[in-house]
């Protein structure tokens, strides 16, 4: 079995309970994952997504995943727990308390890994290296009873397109499930499937990988511009450097771990693009999103908590986002008995929920019912869903601050 090969997984052995157990096996080094960290990373990651498939498809759901090494090193036990697998090291089973999200730990390896390839190959840019690279497979394609050597070149090949297309649109790194690469590349309203072309020109010396990068920037010139609306977008899924953003709290309130407000393009659908390069939006443009949000109708809905009221609104894409609708607020203030400041949770995606903040200041249990169920939300939440566990306080027509949690 080979480390590198996405497929290969093995029924350990099935639990009591009739719930199986996959092993993905890694019999390297330690040393030679950390020399190899960014492939390392991304095989891991991969090789779990694969096997979580499997279990879900193959097994009625019921299974665990497991990545195993005798000497894991931390980056290791990161990546295999954020793609929902454990580490087993022979005797004890090992995961980390708070990895980074699957698709920020990809995006950093595939960067890593298409620099390092590009280094190697002695090319100025990343169109240049793939050139190289897939010249040379040309010449000599891989065999096809070699799969580390294949699985190797088909990563590389991905890396150098997946950051050639970067180059002119935003990406981000997305699980796969069912795919035999189980792993892609996120544009907002397209996804492309990079694995399928890499495979079939590392073992046949045909095709090319640009044809990816010019369906990207095809997509990107010719998709039709929607309208400006506010998302909220967790700053742990991804990188805000070259999105229109603002801050969702005033400046002076810390909010590393809070969701920006990042000004895309809805399409309709639950589709949305993220310009990428045009810098802070102007006051026009927020102005325009704002009232695109205020247009979209939602439904209130009354629950209880205890015994006391919640509202939720929920069952639209911007949902959440109503958080900056002072006349959607209003409405939820209201049937909080015109309540004069709110606690609002926005755990996931097309999710809003609200209390009365005075009561939940002076009823305990009040308070860490709702912090506690919007934490379990949005852990509970698949990873493209979350937004925040936090608690977010509204007041005066806007969020304001954030209610600081305290340990369970």
Do not use: C
Not at 17 to 23: A, C, K, N, P, Q
Not at 292 to 311: D, I, T
């Amino acid at each position: 079995m080979s480390w590198a090969d996405l497929e290969a997984l093995t029924i350990g052995r099935t639990r009591a309970d009739g719930s199986v157990v996959l092993v993905a096996r890694d019999s390297r080094p330690a040393a030679e994952l950390v020399a190899s960290k960014a492939i390392s990373t991304i095989v891991a990651i991969g090789r779990i997504v694969a096997g979580r498939w499997a279990i879900a498809h193959r097994h009625g759901g019921r299974g665990v995943m497991v990545y195993a090494h005798a000497a894991p090193p931390p980056f290791l036990i990161e990546a295999v727990t954020a793609a929902g697998g454990v580490v087993y090291d022979g005797s004890t089973e090992r995961v980390s308390a708070a990895p980074l999200a699957a698709t920020i730990q990809l995006d950093a390896a595939f960067v890593d890994l298409a620099t390092a390839v590009r280094r190697r190959l002695g090319a100025k840019t990343f169109g240049a290296a793939l050139d190289v690279l897939e010249s040379a497979l040309r010449r000599r394609p891989i065999v096809r009873d070699d799969p580390t050597a294949s699985w190797i070149a088909a990563l590389e090949l991905v890396a150098l397109a997946g950051e050639l297309v970067r180059e002119h649109r935003l990406g981000r790194w997305v699980e796969a499930p069912g795919e035999r690469f189980p792993l892609a590349l996120d544009l907002g309203n397209s996804t492309l499937f990079l694995g399928k072309l890499a495979l079939a020109i590392v073992t046949t010396g045909e095709g090319t990988m640009h044809s990816l990068d010019g369906l990207a920037r095809h997509v990107a010139d010719t998709a039709p511009l929607g309208r400006p609306m506010p998302m909220l977008v967790p700053r742990t899924l991804v990188s805000l450097e070259r999105l229109s953003w603002t801050p969702l709290l005033p400046a002076d309130v810390p909010q590393e771990d809070l969701p920006a407000v990042s000004w895309v393009e809805d399409l309709g659908g639950g589709h949305v693009e993220y310009p990428v390069g045009r810098g802070a939006p102007t006051p026009e443009l927020i102005a325009r999103g704002l009232r695109n949000l205020a247009a979209v109708p939602v439904e209130l809905h009354e629950e209880r908590l205890g015994e006391h009221r919640m509202v939720a609104v929920a069952d639209h894409v911007f949902a959440a986002e109503k958080l900056l609708d002072p006349a959607t607020m209003r409405l939820v203030a209201e049937r909080l008995t015109a309540a004069s400041a709110l606690l609002v949770a926005i755990p996931t995606r097309s999710l809003l929920l609200a209390i009365d903040a005075m009561t939940a200041m002076t009823d305990d249990a009040l308070m860490s019912a709702f912090v506690r169920g919007a934490e379990r939300m949005h852990r509970g939440a698949g990873e493209r869903d979350r937004i925040t566990p936090q608690v977010i306080v509204y007041h005066d027509d806007r969020p304001l601050g954030r209610v600081e949690r305290t340990p369970a």
